[in-house]
């Protein structure tokens, strides 16, 4: 059976839509408006894995942190591709921490200005980062000695620095001591929730299996994150958030599905 005329208006109404889109799409690199940075994935000087560099970027990107701090910062790669997000998200500010500055090679370009380099050495001089932020971190990327004591030492020191809603990023997470600090540190709090591996890339070409991201949360409030993606963005939150974030109730007052027994079916059944 055919399409009703409703049906097919809704069709034609969505293939003019995709249609714009798809032109939009190929001008958006023309205009300036794509992530234009996110070639800072590939180009930075980092040992990092491709799936980790785009993977990094694409986090900051999403979670748009205002205070971050990286604990190994060696030739500032990782620091670059930080920054690049940050650049694009228009907000953010990295403070690396690393006793070997000598290594470091990333100008304040390279790093849009948003990158504050500390010489010093986790965990003894956390603190003296932190001067560099005037407030509590949405962000930590841990990347130094991939040493259990090491690893569990600064996430001792990073715990009181984090802000509810934050993130700790660990690479190198396919190292034994890496794993065993973070799920320890997991285990001897209740407020943390763990994210897991989030990149499947162990390098198994080295004496030791490294690469890999594992993501913590301080807290596990989804509501919580919900209304402070809002206020970050600079939106104000819904009056009446049932109305905005309930798609099940959209659907049905925009005709898409209805109500049926227990759950929808979607409107087009009717006319096929
Ligand atoms: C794997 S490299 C960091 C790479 C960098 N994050 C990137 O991807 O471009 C590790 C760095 O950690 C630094 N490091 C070692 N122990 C440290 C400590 N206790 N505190 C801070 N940095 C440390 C080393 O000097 C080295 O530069």
């Known amino acids: 059976m055919g399409l009703g005329i409703k049906t097919k208006a809704v069709s034609l109404m969505e293939s003019a839509r995709w249609r714009v889109g798809a032109i939009g799409q190929k001008l958006r690199p023309a205009l300036g408006l794509a992530g234009a940075r996110v070639n800072a994935s590939f180009q930075s000087p980092t040992d990092m894995c491709d799936t980790d560099r785009i993977y990094i970027y694409a986090l900051?990107?999403?979670?748009?942190?205002?205070?971050?701090?990286?604990?190994?910062?060696?030739?500032?790669?990782?620091?670059?591709?930080?920054t690049a997000a940050?650049?694009?998200?228009?907000?953010?500010?990295?403070?690396?921490?690393?006793?070997?500055?000598?290594?470091?090679r990333?100008?304040?370009r390279a790093t849009h200005g948003r990158f504050t380099l500390v010489e010093g050495r986790s965990p003894e001089d956390v603190g003296k980062a932190m001067a560099h932020h005037d407030g509590l971190l949405d962000f930590a990327f841990v990347d130094a000695l991939h040493t259990y004591h090491s690893c569990a030492a600064d996430l001792?020191?990073?715990?009181?620095?984090?802000?509810?809603?934050?993130?700790?990023?660990?690479?190198?997470?396919?190292?034994?001591?890496i794993r065993a600090a973070a799920d320890e540190f997991v285990a001897s709090r209740d407020d943390v929730t763990d994210l897991g591996m989030?990149?499947?890339?162990?390098?198994?070409n080295t004496?030791?299996?490294?690469?890999?991201?594992?993501?913590?949360?301080?807290?596990?409030?989804t509501d919580e994150m919900v209304r402070e993606s809002y206020q970050r963005m600079g939106v104000a939150y819904p009056d009446r958030p049932e109305r905005y974030h309930n798609f099940d109730k959209?659907?049905?007052?925009?005709?898409?599905?209805?109500e049926s027994g227990d759950g929808y079916r979607w409107k087009d059944e009717?006319?096929?």
Request: some cysteine; proline content about 7%; hydrophobic content about 40%.
């Open 156 to 177: 001792h020191v990073l715990a009181p620095h984090m802000a509810p809603g934050g993130h700790i990023l660990f690479h190198d997470a396919f190292h034994p001591g």
């Open 60 to 82: 900051v990107r999403g979670l748009r942190p205002k205070r971050a701090l990286e604990i190994g910062t060696r030739w500032g790669g990782s620091a670059r591709i930080i």
């Open 198 to 204: 989030v990149t499947r890339s162990p390098s198994v």
């Open 270 to 272: 009717e006319n096929s």
């Open 207 to 221: 004496p030791v299996c490294n690469q890999g991201f594992r993501l913590l949360r301080i807290g596990d409030n």
């Open 250 to 258: 959209f659907a049905i007052r925009i005709g898409l599905v209805e």
């Open 106 to 108: 990333a100008s304040n």
């Open 86 to 104: 940050m650049q694009d998200n228009g907000v953010g500010k990295l403070v690396g921490l690393d006793p070997a500055t000598g290594s470091f």
